[in-house]
């Protein structure tokens, strides 16, 4: 059983930069992928990015690429998505997964889920 804190979410004006926590509870979950996902209002939960905490590989979703960063560290459990040039319609909830699924953008294949940090660009 893994289990998923995210933190540092807020309310910010277009263009900011904001950095979100994930923080898991045992070094078990070094073993795993952790995929960022959002969830606007009356919209389905989307992939944002990935990384493996293996390897440090990443892959993002084509509408955060060149300014969402997604890093890890494996000393203190906890994976990090630097948010930059936020726009407004990056306004959701954010969610921390952690699946087996090298690569993988599917909600599907994460197996353990955090409680959500949200996230406001106001415009």
């Known amino acids: 059983q893994v289990q998923l804190v995210e933190s540092g979410g807020g309310l910010v004006q277009t263009g900011d930069s904001l950095k979100l926590s994930c923080t898991a509870s045992?070094?078990?979950?070094?073993?795993?992928?952790k995929g960022w996902f959002r969830q606007a209002p009356g919209k389905e939960r989307e992939f944002v990015g990935g990384?493996?905490?293996?390897?440090?590989?990443?892959w993002y979703t084509d509408a955060v690429k060149g300014r969402f960063t997604i890093s890890r560290d494996i000393t203190m459990n906890t994976v990090y998505l630097q948010m930059d040039m936020l726009k407004p319609e990056d306004t959701a909830i954010y969610y921390c997964?952690?699946?087996?699924?090298?690569?993988?953008?599917?909600?599907?294949?994460?197996?353990?889920w955090g409680q959500g940090t949200q996230v406001t660009v106001s415009s």
């Open positions: 045992s070094r078990t979950s070094n073993t795993y992928v």
């Open positions: 997964g952690a699946g087996r699924t090298l690569w993988s953008t599917s909600r599907n294949d994460y197996d353990y």
């Open positions: 990384i493996s905490m293996f390897s440090s590989s990443t």
